[in-house]
């Protein structure tokens, strides 16, 4: 084999390994998201303190994607939609970096709620079902990602519309039960912030998404409407 | 002038070029943080309004900035410290869109509190000390990033808490003011995320104080305590 070739190959194989580490950085962070939420609602306080332990995983994991993005851009200097794959990449872990933050975010507040004396005044709101939602999108832009389908990416950004207006919803629900027993209002700001960390992983899975759409496609589609962008990426190929 | 020559000149223009864009956009979104602030004081709903209207600026440049980067990286092939301020760049700017939208979301608190029947329900909440420290961050963000000074971004890294402790005093304020008079709830809640939105921004801050430090020394400082870098990454060098 030539050296050439040998480069190449080595270059795929080094490019296929990051691929699978983003993947394997989206799966524990799901299922950080998971445990956070079963945290809060099962009043699971080692769950809690498990998902506060691992999130340093995750971050390991951004960091050392990182570098080996950082490696590939220097040694193996890549163009046109090798490039582009690398840059999609960054992006990613950032927001899948972030998305862990908000899972450890949820599971310090179940702590809160469930150890603070204020828990017999707690009205029970079930965010099970919006943050079922937010895992679902983040689990569907992780495969788009694997396999590169925008069709599943589009949904994605539809998606997005019903984790808004699920956390909607979930904060009339906590207005109303504040205003009718104030004594409440303490742990529904806390629910609250929980609702608001699985709208923001809802945002998360969405941006992954776009860099799906921008990979494929080479169009930044960030800061366009829906549809818009069907009009003038998606369909004419489809 | 022979080529070689030639080619690292124009590759030092466009990085110079790519460096200006990152701070005019930085100062574009301290514009829109402010008048933000200023519109949910004063009432100003055409201000707000101003707000909203400019995002997409702070948008385009994120995309134009990117599109920067990767023809930088495909045509240039940067290595070393020339390759990580592209990376830093990337990520500053993602950091920097974040804020604006930020500041957007403020400008629609403020419409939709100054525009409310609710309005005569509001007890005043100041923001303008917690903003002023978010921005003071930002500012010093860009400064420290304009040059190469990891004095000023370690000392954003600690300023952080400050906001964070700000954000937390508001927090006990409005749900003090919600307990005393229920019918404050509504609004005291878009304030609330007016607040949240804000500590959001100081946090924007520090991540991108954490990329010049990366810039400067090479090493990647997130997840990692204010003790520790200034231990071993910091210090050795002051």
């Given at each position: 084999m030539s050296t050439t070739l040998h480069t190449i190959k080595q270059f795929d194989v080094e490019l296929e390994a990051v691929r699978a580490k983003v993947l394997e950085m989206g799966g524990l962070v799901e299922e950080q998201i998971e445990k956070a939420v079963e945290a809060l609602h099962e009043a699971d306080l080692t769950l809690a303190d498990h998902v506060i332990a691992e999130d340093h995983h995750v971050n390991a994991l951004e960091v050392s994607i990182d570098e080996n993005c950082t490696y590939i851009i220097a040694r193996r200097q890549p163009a046109a939609s090798d490039l582009r794959l690398i840059i999609a990449i960054i992006k990613t872990i950032t927001d899948l970096e972030r998305m862990g933050d908000e899972a450890e975010k949820i599971a310090r507040m179940a702590k809160m709620i469930h150890t603070s004396?204020?828990?017999?005044?707690t009205r029970p709101v079930d965010l099970r079902h919006v943050a079922q939602l937010a895992v679902d999108m983040l689990r569907r832009a992780l495969d788009s990602f694997a396999r590169l389908d925008t069709n599943t990416a589009m949904q994605i950004l539809r998606d997005d519309v019903d984790v808004d207006e699920s956390f909607r919803g979930i904060l009339r629900q906590l207005i109303t039960f504040m205003m009718e027993d104030p004594r409440t209002i303490s742990n529904s700001i806390e629910l609250l912030f929980a609702a608001k960390a699985i709208e923001r992983i809802g945002d998360h899975a969405k941006n992954i998404a776009e860099y799906v759409i921008f990979l494929v496609k080479?169009?930044?589609?960030?800061?366009?409407?829906v549809e818009e962008i069907e009009k003038e990426v998606v369909a004419p190929l489809f």
């Amino acid at each position: 084999m030539s050296t050439t070739l040998h480069t190449i190959k080595q270059f795929d194989v080094e490019l296929e390994a990051v691929r699978a580490k983003v993947l394997e950085m989206g799966g524990l962070v799901e299922e950080q998201i998971e445990k956070a939420v079963e945290a809060l609602h099962e009043a699971d306080l080692t769950l809690a303190d498990h998902v506060i332990a691992e999130d340093h995983h995750v971050n390991a994991l951004e960091v050392s994607i990182d570098e080996n993005c950082t490696y590939i851009i220097a040694r193996r200097q890549p163009a046109a939609s090798d490039l582009r794959l690398i840059i999609a990449i960054i992006k990613t872990i950032t927001d899948l970096e972030r998305m862990g933050d908000e899972a450890e975010k949820i599971a310090r507040m179940a702590k809160m709620i469930h150890t603070s004396e204020r828990l017999m005044h707690t009205r029970p709101v079930d965010l099970r079902h919006v943050a079922q939602l937010a895992v679902d999108m983040l689990r569907r832009a992780l495969d788009s990602f694997a396999r590169l389908d925008t069709n599943t990416a589009m949904q994605i950004l539809r998606d997005d519309v019903d984790v808004d207006e699920s956390f909607r919803g979930i904060l009339r629900q906590l207005i109303t039960f504040m205003m009718e027993d104030p004594r409440t209002i303490s742990n529904s700001i806390e629910l609250l912030f929980a609702a608001k960390a699985i709208e923001r992983i809802g945002d998360h899975a969405k941006n992954i998404a776009e860099y799906v759409i921008f990979l494929v496609k080479g169009k930044d589609v960030r800061h366009t409407s829906v549809e818009e962008i069907e009009k003038e990426v998606v369909a004419p190929l489809f």
